[in-house]
């Protein structure tokens, strides 16, 4: 019975370590989720607006409209394109004539949305309306540039 007795108790003795450890992990999991928040999920790009331009420090803000304009070029170009090749001369075209909707360099394009979103009401505007805007104070409105 000894040996019996001494094997129930070093079971139990292994179940409550077990039972201890699993208490300290989820203590620790609810505490280490307290005190590290979480990030927010992201927005989806149509919705980001001026308080996550805010947010963002400057090399991203850059990188931010750098990608924008990419986009809205490789879109004008793709309008009348079949493929790929169509895009890359239609990008070279409008890169030789000058064409492109959004014509400056992103640094010009990053000052002035941070000055546009300086006014507290322009913050809950999405950026893609904050571009059209700070391109037509620069003098290109969108009907301007629209084949």
């Known amino acids: 019975m000894s040996g019996f007795l001494a094997g129930?108790?070093?079971c139990a003795m292994a179940v409550t370590r077990w039972w201890w450890m699993t208490l300290v992990l989820v203590a620790g999991s609810v505490l280490a989720t307290s005190a590290w928040p979480g990030q927010a999920p992201e927005r989806h790009w149509l919705g980001v607006n001026g308080t996550d331009w805010k947010r963002m420090g400057p090399d991203?803000?850059?990188?931010?409209?750098?990608?924008f304009l990419a986009g809205a070029a490789v879109s004008q170009a793709a309008a009348g394109a079949r493929d790929s090749a169509g895009v890359r001369t239609g990008l070279e075209q409008l890169s030789r004539s000058g064409r492109f909707r959004f014509p400056f360099a992103a640094n010009v394009y990053a000052s002035r949305l941070s000055d546009f979103y300086w006014w507290k009401n322009h913050?809950?505007?999405?950026?893609w309306y904050a571009f059209l805007e700070v391109n037509t104070?620069?003098?290109r409105p969108i009907s301007d540039s629209v084949p």
Request: proline content about 11%; cysteine-free; overall charge positive.
């Open 8 to 10: 129930r108790f070093v």
């Open 123 to 127: 913050l809950p505007l999405p950026t």
């Open 137 to 139: 104070t620069l003098g």
């Open 60 to 67: 991203a803000r850059l990188a931010y409209v750098e990608g």
